[in-house]
């Protein structure tokens, strides 16, 4: 691992109505029309802060301070107590609304709601939403409702409910929580929480990711195939408008292995959408790539512009982008010499180990430095070796692909999970999207082979992390066995990737 930085359709029933097989041309028939609609919670507060300004009023199907008598639904996801009174966050899935209450509180006892756009991270201008107090002669009380999301904004929203005793300073507030809209099942769930990631300026998950807003792309991409919601379709033109310019161009930078995440974003994008300037700038990606291709150890592609090491990832992908890229135009032989050669290279490169495992890459003297098995290097080798297989027909590329993920799949599972090799408690740098990166590549090979031998360690683990790692806003962490961490958009990919290949 290396040491460098780093909405919504209008109307329900129009996304409702695709399931699982719905086929990728009746999806992209849609999209154009939703393409232009488009932290783990606090559950207590300690002190009020500063009063924030007056959030503005947000107008879905209806806007904000309606009255909670006219809902339709009552559901009520999260609750937090402080001094006997009780305060509930209660939501009305249909009309994607929520309100605060308080009970067995006292005349001036105070409740509100607060909303937040990233998750739960901030709430500036969403604070103290409805703040009222209960009346004279009362035991209760309730706020007005309001608009979890931000449908013309392309806010995916987040609501809490917090108050306090009349007569004391502290301050309680239940664990951030939304509606079910564009969140039915867990994988749409998951998709949704990943989008509160999103940055509406930079148009990048986290604000600044770069190979890792990749990856949570791919993730957004597959879950939109995989569950045929297309409310985030919007993402990939945003990011692609936005960033096609940035670093050295067509998403290509001084490590080669994020020009390779980016190429495989863009052809999940092609495949999804059908438009030929994603295929064309994964060509550039892949042409770029070649350029640091030599004959030092042999052959392969170096990690960085500096060529000062050559290494698994980089290789894999460049493997897996041309493979890809092959399978998808026709008449190609070009991609399919450079992805033959790769891996070629690549099986008596040394570093598959002995084990069946991948480290992380070469000496200075071409051997095996026998570095960290980290799971995205057992994964995107999978990924490579199905599509090279579909280029091929050749059945032996399966077979090595199986031996792989029948050693990974053992090695890096603790107690029948799988665990990252010095997994941490935290969610921000590279790590965290190792994981996503290595099922996802499991899940197509899983997918290639007609008995879907990985099928059942897929769904353990997805059930595992749905049970164990995952809080009230559907935002997971970094053990999915379970376990104390923080939560951050490069776990919420890695679940969702999860997800996408096990559901």
């Known amino acids: 691992m290396r040491p460098r930085s780093t909405p919504h359709p209008p109307t329900r029933p129009l996304f409702t109505r695709f399931a699982r097989s719905s086929s990728v041309k009746t999806l992209r028939s849609l999209l154009a029309v939703f393409a232009t609609v488009a932290s783990l919670a606090v559950s207590v507060q300690i002190t009020a802060g500063t009063p924030a300004a007056a959030a503005t009023s947000i107008c ?16 009520t996801p999260v609750t937090s107590t402080l001094f006997s009174r009780t305060f509930t966050l209660h939501f009305d899935d ?3 609304m929520g309100w605060a209450s308080i009970d067995n509180g006292n005349p001036g006892d105070e409740v509100w709601l607060d909303r937040s756009f990233d998750g739960g991270r901030t709430w500036t201008n969403g604070s103290k939403l409805g703040d009222t107090f209960i009346p004279s002669g009362s035991r209760g009380w309730r706020t007005l409702m309001y608009n979890v999301d931000d ?24 664990p951030w929580a939304r509606t079910t809209w564009n969140a039915a099942d867990r994988r749409r769930a998951a998709a949704t929480a990943l989008m509160m990631s999103y940055d509406r300026g930079t148009k990048l998950f986290g604000g600044n990711g770069w190979w890792t807003a990749a990856n949570a792309l791919t993730a957004i991409i597959d879950n939109i195939r995989d569950t045929g919601m297309p409310s985030y379709t919007y993402a990939i033109s945003q990011t692609y408008d936005a960033n096609l310019g940035a670093q050295e161009g067509n998403f290509a930078n001084n490590y080669l292995d994020d020009t390779g995440w980016w190429g495989l974003a863009w052809v999940d994008a092609y495949d999804l959408t059908g438009d030929s300037r994603y295929l064309n700038t994964a060509r550039a990606d892949a042409d770029h790539m070649q350029a640091y291709w030599d004959g030092t150890c042999g052959g392969g592609v170096w990690w960085n512009e500096s060529r000062g090491y050559k290494n698994a990832i980089t290789n894999e992908l460049f493997l897996q982008l041309n493979a890809a890229l092959h399978n998808r135009i026709g008449g190609d032989t070009v991609y399919l010499g450079r992805a033959q050669s790769e891996w070629n290279w690549f099986k008596g490169s040394g ?37 090279l297989n579909r280029a091929t027909g050749d059945a032996s590329l399966l077979t090595t ?27 921000t740098g590279d790590g965290p999207s190792f994981k996503g990166a290595y099922v996802r590549g499991l899940g197509r090979l899983n997918s290639q082979l007609s008995d879907h031998p990985y099928a059942t360690k897929l769904t353990t683990w997805a059930n595992s992390a749905y049970a164990n790692d995952r809080n009230a806003l559907d935002q997971y962490g ?20 999860l997800l996408n290949a096990a559901d």
């Open 60 to 75: 879905n199907k209806y806007c904000d301070t309606r009255d909670p008598a006219l809902s339709t639904g009552d559901r």
């Open 94 to 96: 249909a009309d994607a």
């Open 151 to 174: 449908w013309n904004a392309l806010g995916v929203g987040a609501l809490r409910a917090c108050g306090k005793a009349g007569d004391r300073p502290d301050i309680t507030c239940t």
């Open 351 to 387: 570093m598959i180990n002995g084990s069946h495992l991948i480290n992380d890459g070469l000496t200075s003297a071409c051997a095996n430095n026998g570095q960290q098995t980290w799971t995205y290097n057992q994964g995107v080798v999978l990924g490579g070796l199905t599509e």
């Open 401 to 427: 692909a199986r031996t792989l993920a029948d050693a990974s799949t053992v090695a890096l599972s603790t107690n029948g999970v799988l665990r990252e090799p010095g997994e941490g408690d935290g969610c």
């Open 478 to 497: 970094p053990h999915w066995a379970g376990g104390a961490g923080t939560s951050d958009y490069g776990c919420q990919q890695s679940a969702l990737d």
